[in-house]
């Protein structure tokens, strides 16, 4: 069997990183050890952008110089001296060498840029053939009939049998989205190969570089802007080689505008355009010559109260510019979170992925790893999409896991706040909201009947009617509104609030399911080969029996949800029967509760940790136990014990912390933590739509 898949373009800039993340996203699902491997690489393999992308990205332990064949200068010299044996035969032996060490390994090809076009197909094909990998071809439909698309993908068929080279699959690539159902019915009716073709629409954020791409392809520096910006893409260039009247006429959405440092009309002009509703949005200028505008400008651009568009400043002269930039394209590197989404969320909706899988014969691996266990998180939420509101709309970290999320089509989202607010941040973060839903709570038309609801349901506690109409207009209550009524199925917050702030709207009318007395906390904790459940690390400063057993049967519900079979240790400062004292006498009683309530969960307590983890210290405390040295959820008898846990575990073992998750509740609202991440964010709101899922 095959422990590998080829990845092979027919013409240039057809987009094989797309298909190579989508085959190593695909594959990190199902192998323990993952590799990536390119025959051969344009400069340096340190230095090469697929393999640190893909290095970064998967956690590969391989080095950059095992994960490629060599330099294309070397590799075309070699061929060019009728060495070509001897260079696939080093080929093959770094690619076996990486291969001894992996469970699958995705292999990306040439890229039309060094080798020789003329040369592509044929090279490719005895590599592919040698390595003894299925080819998985990729084709730029890019501005081109769909008849000569299926002509193309005929050609590179036989040149690849000739070679004895089998097939995996086509992906036809950047198709115009209006072209999409033409080409799919043009390969339904000449295509008669056995193996099944994908299409993939073009999608501009992975067409056009960014504008921190294209400052770092000129070795510019920034001058005058807001360097959020430089996250938005440039769509055109054009050089200001005319006067400012023909220049401004000349502006297109998303342009460049390319001048010499010493055009301070043009400067003034463009950076005036922005503020015009009467002209497009330009995303950025570049100024040449390594010159800056005279003092009094720089002084009025500096004093403008918004942000303005990037000004970069490169040193070369307008023409080298305009040649240089003219040459990128829209490679997506290492860290660029939303490329990366955007590819993963293109090839997952649009290529059959258990039909894939099964042609390149990768078959799922016991083992969970934190990487695997987060990708599996966003899987399960795709299953059955849920709607997700997020009441911190502003928030930096939320406007990019947003992104994320719908660019990946994770679920469906509603962002709270000012929409004039909530657009203007995401333009400065260039950030794309497109299907996200902006709701002002002081201006909807929900407010007045989400306030008669809540006035009904609190009353009883001295709720007004301008209380109620007040509290309505708090992101919080408003947010938790919106899941009682159904208009949202979960809440995520806490990135800019209180745990206290984003909880108590839930507490006192979202309210905890029928037999749970306290809503409580766990942390799924991604260790390097499975995954464990914390509780109560975050919620619960010190639970009595009653609630520590609460916690417990919460908790081990949880671990269900998300596919981990429960083990429940009640933990203290002694196993068993070993010790005495009001703390331990409280996990004793919670431990006999639970087996009361729940006799159909394995459990045991009072425990300490290392017998519930560790099978040889289990054999001498607690040989008998079926939870002792096999346990996968564990119970802390206060807040102060789990929550040091969970953080002490989290930084000296290195593990993923997901959460904290509250459970107990009747519809999932979760809380993050002020110093979250954006991939925080993301698995937390991941986690929140399965909950909803388990809630239906």
């Not at 940790?609 to 008998?624: G, H, N, Q």
């Amino acid at each position: 069997m095959a422990k590998g898949v080829y990845i092979a373009s027919i013409q240039p800039r057809a987009g094989k990183s797309l298909a190579a993340l989508g085959l190593m996203e695909l594959a990190s699902r199902r192998v323990e050890h993952l590799g990536f491997f390119r025959p051969v690489v344009n400069g340096l393999a340190e230095t090469d952008r697929e393999i640190g992308l893909m290095r970064s990205r998967y956690a590969l332990p391989q080095n950059a110089e095992a994960s490629s064949g060599g330099p294309y200068d070397e590799a075309r010299a070699m061929a060019g001296a009728d060495r070509s044996d001897e260079l696939l035969a080093r080929i093959l032996g770094r690619y076996k060498e990486l291969e001894s060490q992996c469970d699958f390994v995705v292999c990306e090809g040439t890229d039309y840029s060094g080798v020789g076009a003329a040369f592509e197909f044929e090279f490719n094909a005895r590599v592919a053939a040698h390595l003894g990998c299925p080819v998985f071809f990729v084709a730029n439909g890019q501005g081109r009939e769909p008849a000569a698309v299926v002509e193309d993908v005929r050609a590179a068929r036989r040149a690849f049998e000739r070679e004895g080279c089998s097939i995996v699959a086509t992906l036809v690539n950047r198709v115009a989205p209006r072209q999409i159902d033409q080409v799919k019915e043009c390969f339904a009716a000449e295509w008669k190969g056995p193996d099944p073709v994908y299409v993939v629409p073009e999608d501009e954020t992975l067409g056009h570089p960014t504008l921190a791409e294209v400052m770092d392809a000129l070795d510019g520096k920034l001058m005058f802007g807001d360097e959020h910006r430089l996250q938005g893409l440039a769509r055109d260039f054009s050089v200001a080689a005319m006067e400012l009247p023909n220049v401004l006429s000349r502006l297109r959405p998303g342009s460049v505008v390319i001048a010499g440092g010493d055009r301070a009309d043009v400067v003034l002009g463009c950076l005036a355009s922005v503020r015009s509703q009467a002209f497009p949005n330009i995303a950025g200028i570049v100024l040449t010559g390594g010159l800056e505008p005279p003092e009094p400008v720089t002084r009025l651009i500096n004093g403008l109260r918004r942000p303005a568009v990037p000004v970069i400043g490169v040193a070369g002269d307008t023409f080298t510019t305009a040649t240089r930039v003219d040459a990128l394209g829209g490679a997506i590197k290492a860290g660029d979170e939303r490329k990366i989404a955007t590819a993963l969320g293109l090839f997952e909706e649009h290529v059959e992925l258990p039909e894939l899988a099964e042609r390149i014969q990768v078959s799922h691996s016991p083992r969970v790893t934190p990487l695997r266990f987060e990708y599996e998180l966003i899987e399960r939420a795709k299953v059955s999409r849920q709607h997700i509101v997020l009441p911190e709309g502003t928030d930096e970290r939320i406007l990019r896991a947003a992104e994320i999320l719908l660019r990946r089509r994770v679920v469906d989202l509603t962002l709270l706040g000012d929409p004039a607010e909530i657009q203007e941040s995401a333009s400065t973060l260039g950030v794309h909201l497109e299907g996200a839903q902006i709701v002002d709570p002081l201006t909807s038309e929900w407010r007045s009947s989400f306030a008669d609801t809540y006035l009904q349901l609190r009353k009883h506690k001295g709720v007004t009617e301008d209380r109620a109409h007040d509290a309505m207009g708090d992101v919080s209550y408003f947010g938790s509104m919106m899941v009682y009524q159904g208009k949202a199925d979960g809440m995520v917050s806490g990135a800019a609030h209180t745990t206290a702030h984003t909880i108590r709207p839930a507490l006192e009318f979202i309210r905890t399911r029928e037999g749970v007395s306290v809503v409580s906390s766990v942390f799924l904790m991604c260790l390097r080969d499975r995954v464990l459940v914390y509780g109560d690390c975050a919620v619960n400063p010190n639970p009595n029996s009653e609630q520590l057993a609460d916690i417990a049967i919460s908790s081990a519900e949880t671990a269900v949800i998300f596919g981990i079979d429960p083990r429940i240790a009640m933990l203290s400062y002694s196993t068993g029967a070993s010790g005495s004292g009001e703390d331990v006498a409280r996990v004793r009683e919670a431990t006999e509760i639970v087996r009361s309530r729940r006799p159909d969960l394995m459990i045991d307590g009072p425990i300490q940790y290392d017998a519930a983890v560790d099978a040889k210290v289990a054999s001498k405390k607690l040989p008998d136990s079926e939870v002792a040295g096999r346990a996968t959820v564990f119970i802390f008898p206060d807040l102060n014990t789990g929550n040091n846990t969970y953080k002490a575990v989290q930084r000296s073992a290195g593990a993923v912390a997901i959460g904290p998750v509250l459970q107990g509740l009747n519809k999932p609202v979760n809380d993050l933590s002020r110093g979250c991440t954006v991939s925080d964010v993301v698995n937390t709101v991941a986690v929140t739509a399965i909950q909803a899922q388990t809630t239906e």
